[in-house]
């Protein structure tokens, strides 16, 4: 079982703020900063290392729309993180980008 794959089909709570045909976008259950939500392709895709000529058009979405999210959400500077793999922090092995902004962040990523 894939838990975003569950938050997509509505089998777990989420706090979405944004939702097509493609993609979904809900807010982080322990965020990092004031706003800090996560987009999700609709599809399962485990990683970046799954994206493929054939799926490759769900992460140009996801690319389009961040902007007009982070904007519903009240920001236009933020940080877009994805982590590929389990040594690189990815605890949810389905396609995700963190979206984090609302606070001064800093040249330094890690």
Do not use: W
């Amino acid at each position: 079982m894939c838990l975003f794959c569950e938050i997509i089909k509505g089998n777990i709570p989420s706090e979405k703020v944004y939702e097509d045909d493609m993609i979904v976008a809900f807010k982080d259950i322990n965020p990092v900063a004031p706003v800090h939500f996560l987009v999700v392709p609709k599809e399962h895709i485990d990683s970046v290392n799954g994206v493929t000529p054939e799926n490759s058009g769900y992460v140009a979405h996801i690319f389009e729309k961040i902007p007009e999210i982070a904007k519903s959400q009240g920001i236009e500077s933020y940080r877009v993180i994805n982590n590929c793999g389990p040594s690189a922090g990815q605890t949810v092995m389905h396609l995700h980008f963190h979206v984090i902004g609302g606070t001064e962040l800093g040249a330094k990523i890690l």
